[in-house]
């Protein structure tokens, strides 16, 4: 599952899945702005079928923190 | 209090004394928060009295919020929050300026007599610790913070002297574990976690004190007479001029206020608390979107997570909406900075840049991806995106509409004459070797990476050497009286 969370990444910040781990973040990764931030909540909750809450979107500072708010909303990654 | 003043270096090395003095653990706390409060009233007097208020309110609000059993009844409770802070902030800080803009109206439309204004003194901090006070109830009402129980706790992170009146604007979630960490009293056989001031936190502390003093007296300061000489008037001036003026401004304001925040955050770290930095070399920013990454960084993550988030959160499926909603932040965050126009114009352009930069990345970012990865490629985005900062600066120093137009015509269309500006750079020739001098020393510190860090490291009769070459050419060239921080009208 934790592929699945990586290849969405990989698509949506355009760079390599190798290149992405759990403690990748805006820092780490060029094209994470909160432009494409928002792209990324998109696709996370088009694919696993959930709906983020504002708390939680401020509430990510590296993927670790994604799959915390995934495993909220039972998704086990 | 100013920073920059005599009074501040007496006030800091007492209050520091007395801490160190007195172990006791509740008194150190409270001493603290009244120090805190004599800090703003030195210069504020009465007016210190609003930022009790603000206090007071958010701390039980916040607790109200937490306890309330309904989503009706924490709305209700939230929006009285809110509103009574931003009333505050925007009665003090901008019925002049609504005034003014309804007389203008009120002109237009013939409506009669005008409303005279009310000239209230700025509170100073005031938009400081408004922010920093809304994040909290904002982060309750959200979910994502459990309020603190003691109002000691809650006061000492708000009235905290070190940011107090320019930031960094501080978050509870990341300051209220600290303080809880220091006054906690310890079960067994740990040690109580006290006020201690360390060796390692002093001396870091000071060297970024340093190094703070040092950009705002030393440069800030002493580049301020030529920004002067080319924006008290700048209509008629050449276009070399203009761009000489705007980088000159801008190197001012971000020694100014980076400058600030160092002392902030350096008198912080003595006392053993971690701030966040607030500016991470924006003149290294590689587009309009890394540069908010690393200038103001407290206030630009502030609207990113209490504005902008919150207005595109509904909208996000919308391009069209998500532009619109940036643009609306960075109007607000142009707004926050002063109520003038000028401010608004400012964040407008960075909000327009920001988004066609966006565009423009979606289009030909991978097509342009092997260009910018190279080295060329990296100094040209520097260079372009630098241009575009520059050129916002003129909007953020220039308050006449005239003036501002002229400068930012002959900022984009150059006229290639030289002569007037050879003549400006023969008269300020200090100004304009400070400005040399510090991006020398500033592309060394971008290289070298955390450089208060390492200074604190070095031996002992180096670290004095360092101190003594911060305080020769303060002194030897001090303008003569303390120059208050640009960011203290804000």
């Not at chain 1, 969405?8 to 494409?36: A, G, K, M, R, Y």
């Not at chain 2, 008194?27 to 930022?51: E, M």
């Not at chain 2, 001090?478 to 203290?488: K, L, N, P, R």
């Amino acid at each position: 599952m934790t592929s699945k969370l990586y290849e969405i990444l990989s698509q949506v910040f355009d760079i390599d899945i190798s290149l992405i781990n759990d403690q990748s973040s805006p820092e780490t990764i060029e094209n994470w702005d909160s432009f494409h931030g928002l792209a990324l909540i998109d696709a996370l909750e088009m694919e696993f079928n959930i709906q983020f809450s504002i708390s939680e979107i401020t509430d990510v500072k590296t993927v670790a923190d994604i799959k915390k708010h995934l495993k909220n909303h039972s998704i086990e990654i | 209090m100013l920073f920059n003043t005599l009074d501040f270096l007496i006030f800091l090395p007492i209050v520091l004394g007395i801490i160190a003095i007195f172990h006791y653990r509740k008194f150190q706390h409270i001493f603290l928060i009244f120090a805190s409060l004599f800090f703003l009233y030195y210069t504020d007097n009465y007016l210190v009295t609003l930022l009790i208020f603000t206090i007071l309110l958010h701390f039980y609000i916040g607790r109200a919020i937490f306890n309330a059993n309904s989503l009706r009844r924490k709305k209700s409770l939230f929006v009285v929050g809110l509103a009574g802070s931003l009333g505050l902030l925007g009665f003090f800080k901008y019925s002049d300026f609504s005034i003014t803009q309804f007389n203008i109206l009120g002109n237009i439309f013939d409506l009669g007599s005008e409303i005279s204004l009310l000239n209230l003194a700025l509170p100073i901090g005031i938009s400081f610790y408004t922010f920093q006070s809304l994040s909290y109830i904002i982060d309750i009402y959200r979910g994502s913070l459990t309020p603190t129980k003691s109002l000691k706790e809650y006061a000492l992170f708000v009235a905290f002297f070190p940011p107090l009146v320019a930031g960094p604007i501080l978050r509870a979630s990341h300051f209220l574990p600290q303080l809880k960490e220091k006054l906690e009293k310890s079960n067994g056989s740990e040690r109580l976690k006290l006020f201690i001031i360390k060796n390692a936190d002093l001396k870091f502390g000071i060297s970024l004190m340093a190094i703070g003093f040092f950009k705002k007296m030393f440069f800030a300061d002493n580049i301020s007479p030529l920004v002067n000489n080319i924006f008290s008037n700048p209509i008629g001036m050449e276009s070399f001029s203009i761009i000489l003026g705007a980088i000159a401004f801008g190197v001012q304001i971000y020694c100014d206020f980076s400058g600030y925040s160092d002392i902030a955050i350096g008198a912080a770290a003595i006392l053993g608390f971690k701030i966040p930095l607030n500016f991470n070399k924006p003149f290294f920013a590689t587009s309009p979107s890394d540069y908010w990454t690393r200038w103001h960084i407290s206030l630009s993550t502030w609207v990113r997570d209490y504005l902008y988030y919150p207005l595109v959160f509904k909208h996000r499926r919308s391009s069209i909406m998500v532009f619109s909603c940036l643009l609306a932040s960075m109007l607000v965050m142009g707004l926050w900075h002063g109520a003038s126009w000028n401010f608004i114009i400012w964040g407008g352009l960075h909000g327009i840049f920001l988004a066609v930069f966006t565009v423009l990345r979606k289009k030909y970012g991978k097509s342009t991806e092997s260009f910018f990865k190279t080295k060329f490629g990296k100094i040209f985005s520097i260079v372009v995106t630098q241009y575009l900062i520059f050129f916002t600066f003129i909007a953020f120093r220039i308050q006449n509409f005239d003036h501002m137009w002229y400068a930012m015509q002959k900022y984009i269309l150059l006229d290639f004459n030289t002569s007037q500006t050879i003549e400006i750079i023969k008269n300020n020739e200090f100004p304009i070797l400070l400005l040399i001098l510090f991006t020398i020393l500033h592309y060394i510190s971008y290289k070298k990476g955390n450089l208060p860090e390492l200074i604190s490291k070095l031996k002992l009769r180096y670290w004095i050497l360092f101190l003594f070459c911060i305080v020769l050419p303060i002194s030897l060239f001090y303008v003569g009286s303390a120059q208050e921080f640009i960011y203290f009208q804000f």
